[in-house]
């Protein structure tokens, strides 16, 4: 399973960005696919998970800017960010749960400017 991300970038306080996840390969199924991020000199964190049975969470630091969907017919994930903080810029990762095995993206960078 490979994992490939895009939408980050820079964007002024108060701004908005949608990031995408697609994943490909041999997919049989995928049971969680969620968003980390990692800020320099920080721990890699959980922004927002999507489950197959459409259970959704969220980092409490996100909760009613941040929205995870997901396209399982495109095998993909979804986070719109809006409102974003200067606090949100951070390398973004996207992770899928296939099969019980965990799979991570490249990562793409969100910057913030105040």
């Known amino acids: 399973v490979q994992l490939q991300a895009s939408g980050g970038g820079l964007v002024q306080s108060g701004g908005s960005l949608r990031l995408s996840c697609t994943a490909s390969?041999?997919?049989?199924?995928?049971?969680?696919m969620g968003w980390y991020r990692q800020a320099p000199g920080k721990q890699r964190e959980l922004v927002a998970i999507t489950t197959s049975g459409g259970t959704t969470n969220y980092v409490d630091s996100v909760k009613g800017r941040f929205t995870i969907s997901r396209d399982n017919a495109k095998n993909t994930v979804y986070l719109q960010m809006n409102n974003l903080k200067p606090e949100d810029t951070a390398v973004y990762y996207c992770?899928?749960?296939?099969?019980?095995?965990?799979?991570w993206g490249q990562g793409t960078q969100v910057t913030v400017s105040s």
């Open positions: 390969g041999r997919i049989i199924s995928i049971s969680a």
């Open positions: 992770n899928v749960v296939h099969m019980l095995v965990s799979y």
